[in-house]
């Protein structure tokens, strides 16, 4: 389920985008300033932002430039919505980085074809030549890994050892050729680090863990 934040300091317009999205099968996460919207950002990653121009603490467009200057939030879909309606407000926006612009008021049915069609649009660099199963995506190009669009930290041997298993998805690896891939061929520590190694990753993978399988005296297979 794709989450859309919403950053709207008027609370009836806010609950009205967020029964919208939720309404329109979208997990929809609402913030009245700007503080609490960057200050949550930093933890999760939403696929969306609707963002206002005018908030209480921070201008619309400031928290755009940041936006656009952090790189984990750079290429994030994000639609202005606000009361200004001049032309140079607009051009401002989009200017600044804005995917989309749309003005107080407007109906719910144009909200909602604009998030599908940007959304539709937009292909997060992290799923580009990813690796996916499940609920889980690994992205190689930026060392990345998400559980249901969380974020999961991973060392550096966790993250070897699950794009391995991924990459081999349905077939059984066995604990040799496990060892040799992910520690060496030269690696001289016990066989047990291996299976250190999958239960931790198991635990960080939540539910997704369970896809994890014991092959008993052979190895471990992703299924």
């Not at 200004?84 to 607009?90: A, F, G, H, P, S």
């Not at 989009?94 to 109906?107: N, Q, R």
């Not at 520690?183 to 997704?208: C, M, N, P, Q, Y």
Request: charged share 30%; net charge neutral; hydrophobic share 45%.
């Amino acid at each position: 389920m794709k989450t859309i934040y919403v950053v709207e300091d008027d609370a009836n317009i806010r609950e009205i985008e967020m029964f919208a999205l939720k309404n329109s099968g979208y997990e929809a996460v609402g913030f009245e300033c700007a503080q609490d919207f960057l200050a949550s950002i930093q933890g999760r990653t939403p696929s969306l932002i609707l963002l206002d121009i005018m908030l209480p603490d921070e201008d619309g467009i400031s928290v755009l430039k940041k936006l656009r200057a952090w790189p984990g939030t750079r290429d994030l879909p994000i639609i202005l919505v606000t009361a200004k309606t001049t032309e140079l407000d607009k051009v401002k926006g989009l200017d600044m980085g804005a995917d989309d612009y749309i003005t107080k008021p407007f109906g719910v049915m144009e909200l909602i074809s604009r998030v599908k069609a940007l959304l539709r649009r937009a292909k997060p660099k992290e799923e580009e030549g990813a690796l996916m199963l499940s609920d889980i995506v690994l992205s190689k190009a930026i060392r990345s890994c998400r559980v249901a669009g969380e974020k999961v930290e991973l060392t550096y041997k966790e993250f070897e050892l699950l794009s391995l298993l991924m990459q081999n998805a349905g077939i059984v690896l066995t604990r040799d050729a496990l060892m040799e891939k992910i520690w060496g061929i030269d690696f001289l520590g016990e066989s047990r680090t291996l299976d250190v190694h999958i239960k931790t990753l198991r635990k960080k993978l939540g539910e997704a863990g369970a896809h994890i399988k014991t092959v008993r005296n052979v190895g471990y297979l992703l299924q």
